[in-house]
């Protein structure tokens, strides 16, 4: 299983942007799709994350009402919207993927395939 992320770039504060990761291979509806990021000298962190099917979603409370993670199946895709951007919202941003749960999982260790990861840079 590959996961392509991009759609990451330079920005101003309070600006947009709308990453994207494709999946490949015939899984991908049965995946639960999460969003990380990792800022240059800390852990990775979640960021928001979609259930298999689309059921449920959850998001980290430093993005909660700014961002909204989505999926089309029929696309193989997750995408994940960035409102009103920040500095402090600067870092790599990974799409993950994770089989055998529909619950909105959160933690790193929980997922089993990873993106290679685009770069978001928001300046103030």
């Known amino acids: 299983v590959q996961l392509q992320a991009s759609g990451g770039g330079l920005v101003q504060a309070g600006g947009s942007l709308r990453l994207s990761c494709v999946t490949s291979?015939?899984?991908?509806?049965?995946?639960?799709m999460g969003w990380f990021r990792q800022a240059p000298g800390k852990e990775r962190e979640f960021v928001a994350v979609i259930s298999r099917q689309g059921g449920a979603t959850s998001y980290s409370d430093s993005v909660k009402g700014r961002f909204a993670v989505s999926r089309d199946d029929s696309k193989n895709t997750v995408y994940l919207q960035m409102n009103s951007l920040k500095p402090e919202d600067t870092a790599v941003y990974y799409c993950a993927a994770a089989r055998n749960t529909y619950r909105p999982i959160q933690r790193v260790n929980d997922y089993d395939y990873w993106g290679q990861g685009t770069q978001v840079t928001v300046s103030s």
């Open positions: 291979g015939r899984s991908f509806s049965t995946y639960t």
